[in-house]
């Protein structure tokens, strides 16, 4: 699968104070981008602008999917997101919640995926729990999990070890790898662990984008 | 071409609900207790007096209208509140979303306006219903109406910081063609007049479901988005 990211002039404003502007990049196939910026430097602003969860002031966000433009209200199909904001559906256990989204996706829900990735983030053995007595970190897995179900040739990770402890954080590690492998990957971080696996970086407090 | 939304996806949000609903019973409660303190109230105010047929056919769709802006916004100010919305959006179009809230909206509503007309007729005397058929078509063609302007009413407010407040005062304009209309057709049906006479408010009733439905259809993403 052939993806292409491209990002134009884009601008934010949110109370009439500027967060960023005029950014600019491209992401193809097997490259990961960081995302970087001190506190309030609008990381996570522009992780939700490529993901379609807020619209830019200005400019646009353009993504091809084998040469062909995908329009914004189907992006959802082919793009992962992560982040510590997330929330999943309390009331609900672990598998529920990954059934659903597969079925709510349009994709169809396969058991031995669903029960190779909650054995893939470690919560196998609480896969009927309810979400609502988990951890946060045990929450945290289970984005990824719920991130991965219908394998996104882009995954978006704000704060990827937001949360985890050692065991999680380098499941996560693999999977940044795998990812990086088979399709993209956008990082919104300041650890320098995250960012040593992606290929490109824009720091948003320079309003700089440079190429390793 | 693509479609304007997934069925089977908006089915898959209404069932979400409904168990969501069943869990931790957010608006099923509200609902209920509104409907049974609404026409207690009503029998205390009533009394031994006899409420002339205009006065009874008001205080029906008063009571539905209060009790429908007491537990419908919950479908969107739920997902607020709890922080769900930015999931949904990440795996759903806007108009699946729409729609499969709408269906929720819409078989919740179905199911109190039968409890609030079976509990009105058992509690008020005087509320002798002529023409059945008028009356169940108002009743039906009420609830679809109310139920698709409630929706998209729900998920302009659920953005605002006065939830509560905003709703129904929101809903008054929106609602009122549509609450004349009903109270009328009900009017009729407690007169008992012909099938025939009461098409032209049949009529609009459905284009009032058409109208706000292609609306909330055409706004939703922006509603939804920011």
Excluded at chain 1, 60 to 79: A, H, T
Excluded at chain 2, 34 to 53: D, G, H, K, W
Aim: glycine share 6%; aromatic share 12%.
């Amino acid at each position: 699968m052939d993806i292409k990211l491209e990002i134009h002039n884009i601008k934010k404003i949110f109370n009439g104070r500027k967060v960023f502007s005029d950014i600019n990049f491209q992401l193809e196939n097997k490259s990961a981008l960081a995302i970087t910026g001190r506190n309030g430097s609008g990381k996570s602003t522009l992780v939700k602008i490529l993901a379609g969860l807020l619209s830019p002031t200005n400019g646009r966000v353009d993504f091809y999917l084998n040469g062909k433009s995908i329009d914004v209200q189907n992006r959802y199909q082919y793009f992962g997101f992560v982040a510590p904001y997330l929330q999943l559906y309390d009331e609900f256990t672990a598998i529920e919640n990954l059934e659903l989204f597969g079925r709510i996706r349009g994709i169809e829900v396969d058991k031995d995926n669903i029960d190779f990735l909650l054995k893939r983030v470690n919560l196998y053995e609480r896969k009927d729990s309810y979400v609502r007595e988990f951890s946060s970190g045990m929450k945290q897995r289970l984005k990824y999990a719920s991130a991965l179900l219908h394998k996104p040739p882009l995954l978006i990770l704000d704060e990827p070890r937001s949360n985890l402890d050692s065991e999680g954080i380098s499941v996560v590690y693999q999977i940044i790898q795998e990812q990086k492998q088979s399709g993209c990957l956008v990082v919104a971080t300041n650890d320098s662990d995250d960012i040593q696996f992606c290929n490109q970086e824009i720091d948003l407090n320079q309003f700089r984008n440079r190429t390793k | 071409m693509n479609k304007i939304f997934n069925i089977n996806s908006a089915l898959t949000i209404f069932i979400k609900d409904f168990r969501s609903e069943l869990r931790t019973r957010y608006a099923l409660n509200a609902l209920i207790m509104f409907v049974i303190t609404t026409l207690a109230i009503i029998l205390f105010a009533v009394a031994n007096e006899t409420p002339s047929i205009e006065i009874s056919a008001g205080i029906l769709w008063i009571v539905i209208f209060f009790s429908a802006m007491s537990g419908m916004a919950r479908t969107f100010v739920s997902e607020e509140e709890r922080g769900t919305v930015m999931t949904l959006h990440l795996i759903a179009k806007p108009s699946t979303i729409f729609f499969g809230k709408l269906l929720f909206n819409l078989i919740l509503l179905f199911l109190m306006n039968i409890f609030t007309v079976v509990l009105y007729i058992i509690l008020i005397p005087s509320f002798i219903v002529q023409n059945a058929s008028i009356f169940i078509l108002t009743v039906v063609l009420g609830t679809i109406g109310l139920s698709a302007a409630s929706t998209i009413i729900a998920a302009i407010i659920a953005k605002s910081n006065t939830k509560g407040t905003l709703y129904p005062v929101l809903s008054f304009p929106i609602l009122l063609p549509l609450l004349m209309i009903v109270i009328k057709s009900t009017k009729s049906a407690l007169e008992g007049v012909e099938f025939a006479k009461a098409m032209g408010d049949f009529q609009v009733m459905i284009a009032y479901f058409v109208v706000i439905t292609a609306v909330s259809y055409l706004l939703f993403d922006y509603v939804w988005k920011d």
